[in-house]
T-cell receptor
Framework: EPEVTQTPSHQVTQMGQEVILRCVPI?????FYWYRQILGQKVEFLVS????????KSEIFDDQFSVERPDGSNFTLKIRSTKLEDSAMYFC????????????FGPGTRLTVL | LAKTTQPISMDSYEGQEVNITCSHN???????ITWYQQFPSQGPRFIIQ???TKVTNEVASLFIPADRKSSTLSLPRVSLSDTAVYYC???????????FGTGTRLTVIP
């Protein structure tokens, strides 16, 4: 049973274009995260979002990136002007403390920048 | 943040038990140990979490010695579908940002 769903599963865009990646949690939660994984590399933390505000962000999360929860449900990651090096898998995750105290990841969006 | 060290890769035959050990010498008193599995082009999938001694679920077992400086993920009777990368993470709470290492690439051979 997925904890979160992500759309689209694959996004192809031209360099310089804006992209919006979406994450839809199965139920209401306060903690959300975005991670990315460049092909063949580690999963890297981008940003955490708590109670509708950014709580922490990594060095990767520069001014080209933004996150928001526009309708109280969907959680989006926007890249304003994509670069070739933004090509990666982007994963949304949510935190749940019931059972195991850990994060549960979505299936990811593969972003390809041409 | 406790650093973790795992073997880069392991091979195993189908049907065998696989044990993947993770070293975390600087683990803090309040840290949990969590293991994830990742298939290509998919998100990391939670496998098991523990604090001390032994934890078992329907997928795996996690053995943690008394000093907690290491942990061993045990996968019973692996199948080809267990071929994946396995990550060991250490931290106080899952609410904090997760830092993934390079993990252990397990290849199950028929």
């Amino acid at each position: 049973e997925p904890e979160v769903t992500q759309t689209p599963s694959h996004q192809v865009t031209q360099m310089g274009q804006e992209v919006i990646l979406r994450c839809v949690p199965i139920s209401n939660h306060l903690y959300f995260y975005w991670y990315r994984q460049i092909l063949g590399q580690k999963v890297e933390f981008l940003v955490s979002f708590y109670n509708n505000e950014i709580s922490e962000k990594s060095e990767i999360f520069d001014d080209q990136f933004s996150v928001e929860r526009p309708d109280g449900s969907n959680f989006t990651l926007k890249i304003r002007s994509t670069k070739l090096e933004d090509s990666a898998m982007y994963f949304c995750a949510r935190y749940r403390a019931h059972g195991a105290d850990t994060q549960y990841f979505g299936p990811g969006t593969r972003l390809t920048v041409l | 943040l406790a650093k973790t060290t795992q073997p880069i890769s392991m091979d195993s035959y189908e049907g065998q038990e696989v044990n993947i050990t993770c070293s975390h010498n600087n683990i803090a008193t309040n840290d949990y140990i969590t293991w994830y599995q990742q298939f290509p082009s998919q998100g990391p999938r939670f496998i098991i979490q523990g604090y001390k001694t032994k934890v078992t679920n329907e997928v795996a077992s996690l053995f943690i010695p008394a000093d907690r400086k290491s942990s061993t993920l045990s996968l019973p009777r692996v199948s080809l579908s267990d071929t994946a990368v396995y990550y060991c993470l250490v931290g106080q709470t899952g609410a904090n940002n997760l830092f993934f290492g390079t993990g252990t690439r397990l290849t199950v051979i028929p």
